[in-house]
């Protein structure tokens, strides 16, 4: 019988939040079958990198021996927020499947931080640096490029290949 990949997200999310944690869920799948699948784990960790999406991210990645998943589709409850849509972009699924909007639960679940919303982060991360909300300033020292100097030497055509 076939994965019902809504209704395990779905369950997933609400065991969460049984277990005092977010409403958010989030499953890899490949050929129909789950080979990653995690539940926003923030409040329980207190880590605000714990967001489902990249937990699943980061056991699909070992499962796939891979930073690039071909032929995956990623299932979540909710549009990614703006960390875990990068995320998302730079593992490079098949495609990205989401059940609520922002607006369909903005009414429902709200975290708003010091320097984003969800309202506004979209338009934050599109402005310059120096003119975004969060301070930021460029720290200019030339020590900062040997790295990528000693890279562009082991790699002289100078592009990143995903594996």
Partial sequence: MP???VERVVQLALQNVEAGGRPFASI?????EIIAE???QVAQTRDPTAHAE???IRVASQ?????????????NMAHPCPMCLAAV???SPESCLFLLAR????????????YFTLGNFYDEIAKP????????????DERGRSPYRRWRELHPEGVCKAT
């Fill in 3 to 5: 994965i019902d990949f």
């Fill in 28 to 32: 890899i799948e490949r050929d129909g």
């Fill in 38 to 40: 995690a539940a926003n």
């Fill in 54 to 56: 990249l937990l699943a």
């Fill in 63 to 75: 499962v796939l021996n891979s930073e690039t998943f071909t032929g995956c589709r990623i299932w």
């Fill in 89 to 91: 972009y730079y593992c």
């Fill in 103 to 114: 607006e369909e639960y903005a009414s429902l679940y709200v975290d708003d931080r010091r």
């Fill in 129 to 140: 640096w120096p003119e975004r909300s969060l301070p930021m300033e460029h720290v200019v």
